[in-house]
């Protein structure tokens, strides 16, 4: 099942190692099959408050999610990142083709 990663980056900053950063994370990512969904992008509020930015990676599933971010190669960036932006990301396992949202409210009714 896909896994994504999902960052909600509260204070964007172009300091010199966060671009470092993002010229590196790439690399880290491929071995792992990961990818960018979303990065960069402007993001539309319908509900809410959202400051900051939105960056979204997939992974084939989520054991390489995981090792992904445990990755040394991962791992060795980060502070590149973590020490100038605060945010919060989280992983989450996708859902399949044949989800349905129906069976998910039946099952939290009973």
């Known amino acids: 099942m896909t896994a994504y990663a999902v960052a909600h980056l509260h204070t964007p900053s172009n300091h010199e190692d966060v671009l470092t950063y993002i010229e590196s994370i790439q690399e880290t990512m491929e071995p792992y099959g990961g990818r960018f969904l ?45 020490d100038h932006i605060a945010g919060d990301v989280v992983l989450a396992e996708g859902v399949g083709p044949d989800y349905d949202a129906r069976t998910t409210a039946a099952a939290l009714r009973s």
């Open 38 to 82: 979303v990065h960069g992008a402007d993001v539309e509020v319908v509900e809410g408050v959202w400051p900051g930015a939105l960056v979204v990676l997939s992974f084939p599933d989520m054991a390489s999610a995981h090792d992904w971010y445990a990755s040394p190669a991962y791992q060795r960036i980060l502070p590149l990142r973590t």
